[in-house]
């Protein structure tokens, strides 16, 4: 069974990117696993804004998606 993971690729009006780090070390864009199942499932975006608030505190009225960028589910 497959668990897609959301995220955004975050940066500012100086091009740069935000990443986080996770517990190994590693660094990250904010990202992570859909939560719910069948028909309760949060949406990709839905993920992706949760994840990225819960990660970096960014609420969904800071973040300004670029339509040419964004992926489909």
């Not at 517990?23 to 069948?38: C, D, H, L, M, V």
């Amino acid at each position: 069974m497959s668990h897609p993971c959301a995220g955004f690729v975050l940066f500012n009006e100086s091009s740069e990117v935000a990443v986080v780090s996770t517990p190994k070390g590693w660094y990250s864009f904010p990202k992570g696993k859909r939560e719910g199942k069948g028909n309760k499932r949060e949406s990709l975006l839905e993920a992706a804004y949760r994840e990225t608030y819960e990660e970096t505190g960014m609420t969904k009225e800071e973040i300004e998606l670029i339509p040419e960028l964004t992926l489909a589910e």
